[in-house]
């Protein structure tokens, strides 16, 4: 009896293809380089990637700041009242 196409027991061919490409690719480009250049590479591409950054103007900054600290404060706040809410609770229900 043979199995099914794709079961545990058998590989697919597609499975078996992509297996001897993975025995046959040694190393790639990284073996041929050493560490000072794989490193001096690493920040190159960082120094690349922080030129693709839009960065925010003053205004754009400030407004930012204001919204977090305005919420950071309301939430301040709200976490307070349930604190007490619930301590205030506790000594009704524990005496």
């Known amino acids: 009896m043979t199995d099914a196409v ?3 027991d ?4 597609q499975d078996e293809l992509s297996e001897s490409k993975k025995k046959a690719r040694k190393g790639g480009k990284r073996a041929k380089k ?5 490193l001096a590479t690493f920040y190159r591409q960082i120094i690349a990637e922080l ?7 003053r205004n754009q900054l400030t407004s930012y700041t204001t919204v977090v600290i ?7 706040g709200l976490v ?5 809410g619930l301590n205030h609770a506790a000594k009704y229900v524990f005496g």
Request: hydrophobic fraction near 50%; charge should be positive.
């Open 70 to 76: 305005f919420f950071v404060a309301i939430m301040i």
């Open 6 to 8: 794709g079961s545990i």
């Open 51 to 57: 030129r693709k950054v839009v960065w925010p103007t």
């Open 80 to 84: 307070t009242v349930i604190d007490y």
């Open 34 to 38: 050493g560490p000072l250049k794989r």
């Open 10 to 13: 058998t590989p697919d061919a």
